[in-house]
């Protein structure tokens, strides 16, 4: 992650320089992580922590070394309180963090959501508030199995009237966009696979002729893509099947 970072605050600075080529210094980035894993944050917090340096030689080379930490904000060690009432947050800020904290996780999520319905409605009539709102939805039910959409829209629409219908209907149909479009990628993925075992399979009856038996073409239908193509360059200089289908 850390590395991740310097490399984001490197292209945001690239970009910076481009619209202010006459600037002399950069503007300060401070870098934050909020995490809302399951397990512990499992990464070092500084990028120092990253580089290979001898014990020896750290104390010379120091000085001249790229440092920085950045600041991580656990939700897990976060209480639902102190996300409520936090000062700079806006209501939709706060609705957020709540349902990255409980959404994944909860089976009476319904019921911590029934707790923030102040939160909610405050988000609600907010200028695009309902779009916001929708967005947030959406996340609830892609990843949380134990709310229903008709529960859910049955919540809102008693908290925050009959609007609330709609937040419902835009989550569903976003996620049935999400969903075919999911499909049809992992259709394209499907189809270039097949077509590279066609290929496959014909570059092998060419040069081994019956050798290429239902075996070898179960075993060319069950290949990952990756192992397809080392297959098909092997296929010229290999001496046998066997050489060219070695794993």
Known sequence: MAHRLLGYQDR???????????????????????YHGLMPWPEPRSFEALLEVPPGVWPAIEP??????????????????????????TALAKLVM?????????ADFLNILGRWMDVVREVAEAPNGLAALAQVVRYILEVNEHVAPETLQALLEREIGPEAKDIIVTA???LIKQGIEQGIEQ?????IQQGYQVLLLRQLRKRFGAAVDPHVEQRIA???????ETWSERVLTAASLAEVLAD
């Open 98 to 106: 709540m349902c990255l904290k409980h959404a994944r996780t909860r």
């Open 222 to 228: 069950t290949a990952s893509v990756e192992q397809i």
């Open 172 to 174: 569903g149909q976003q």
């Open 12 to 34: 945001i600075w690239g970009n910076w320089r481009a619209d202010h080529p006459k600037a002399k210094t950069l503007p300060m980035i401070l870098p934050i992580v909020m």
């Open 187 to 191: 259709g394209r993925k499907q189809g």
């Open 64 to 89: 001249y070394l790229v440092r920085f930490t950045y600041v991580l904000y656990d939700l897990s060690e976060v209480s639902d309180d102190e996300v409520r009432e936090g000062a700079m947050r």
